[in-house]
């Protein structure tokens, strides 16, 4: 803390240590990464391998390590929450205090980011089954802190464990005015990534991406 004498008024300025701050360090992540629109989504879904799943023989989550640091004291989860929040308010180390968060799957404002969960648009489970197993243990740490592709958001607790590894054509968001852009999000993320769709799980997807307007 650094104290001036100005015309004999004492100022004190105050510095990086202050206890909250809403410009914590770490990546410079200031917009959310989001679906490449209904008709882009649409021809990479035609691209996918269609192929059913593979085993889950061998899976386990800490096959796809998260969360990682991001720098300055800021991991994934903290990354993610500060982007997809409002007035979101860390600590000096990047620790997320209080914000506002709404969540897309079923419409929630919530302020406590204990009640958020960071959930993987393509869950891991569902990446395993669907090419992630032959993956390096790096590559599958990448896919699981994705901070470009929009594999990545914040939403409540109930839905997130609502949906757990399962794809479209098992749970979709009660929110139905987000169907659209939850397709544009998993189609991109199993394009950039390479995973195979299920029959079942591409019909439901292009159901799915005829909501868009």
Known sequence: MRIWLAAGIILVLGTACDPLTTTAGGPD???RPTG?????????????TVASWSTMTGYSRDKFKHWISQGNGCDTRDVVLKVDGTA???????????????SAYDGKTLT???????????????AWRTGASSWTDDQ??????????PQLLAVSLSSNRSKGDQDPSQWKPPNTSYWCEYAQRWVTV?????????TAEKAALTAMLGTCV
């Not at 490449?36 to 996918?48: K, N």
């Open 29 to 31: 992540q200031s917009t």
């Open 36 to 48: 490449p629109g209904a008709a882009a989504a649409s021809q990479q879904l035609g691209t996918l």
């Open 88 to 102: 979101v308010q860390t600590s000096a180390d990047c620790k997320i205090i209080s914000g506002t968060w709404v």
């Open 112 to 126: 406590d980011p204990q009640d958020m969960d960071i959930d993987h648009m393509v869950p891991l489970a569902n």
């Open 140 to 149: 599958r740490s990448a896919f699981a802190n994705d901070l470009t592709r």
């Open 190 to 198: 199993k394009a950039y990534w390479k995973l195979s769709v299920t």
